[in-house]
């Protein structure tokens, strides 16, 4: 898992800090370029109920590792797609918390 998390920019550390524990997945942001590269090097297969998470992007991966270390909302907005309650609820409230903070 930790070779994985080297070639991806990993949301754990917000996770942890929108007040969840660490679970034993994975849930990163990955170049649209080196994805294909990144799932044949590490043996990913398709699986819906798997413990990697790829978000597939083409944006410069060092904004998106800025915007990740810098900025909880993005774990937030993926917390809030999640299947799982607890860590949709997590990511819902986060985003109401950063909405009512601009709002004044």
Same mark, same amino acid.
């Given at each position: 898992? +930790?070779?994985? %998390?080297?070639?991806t920019? +990993?949301?754990h550390?917000?996770?942890r800090r929108l007040?969840?524990?660490? *679970?034993?997945?994975?849930?990163?942001?990955?170049?649209a370029?080196?994805?294909?590269?990144? *799932? %044949?090097?590490?043996? !990913?297969?398709?699986? $819906? #109920?798997? +413990?990697f998470?790829? %978000?597939?992007?083409?944006?410069?991966?060092e904004?998106?590792?800025?915007?990740?270390?810098?900025?909880?909302?993005?774990?937030? !907005?993926?917390?809030?797609? +999640? !299947?799982?309650? %607890?860590?949709? $609820?997590? &990511?819902?409230?986060? !985003?109401?918390?950063?909405?009512? #903070?601009?709002? &004044?």
């Amino acid at each position: 898992m +930790s070779r994985v %998390r080297a070639a991806t920019v +990993s949301t754990h550390l917000a996770v942890r800090r929108l007040g969840l524990a660490d *679970v034993n997945v994975v849930d990163a942001y990955v170049a649209a370029d080196v994805v294909d590269e990144v *799932v %044949r090097g590490h043996g !990913l297969v398709a699986d $819906g #109920a798997g +413990s990697f998470t790829l %978000r597939v992007t083409t944006m410069d991966m060092e904004v998106v590792a800025n915007l990740v270390r810098t900025a909880d909302a993005v774990a937030a !907005l993926d917390l809030a797609e +999640s !299947l799982d309650v %607890r860590e949709r $609820g997590a &990511g819902v409230r986060a !985003l109401e918390e950063f909405l009512e #903070a601009l709002r &004044g």
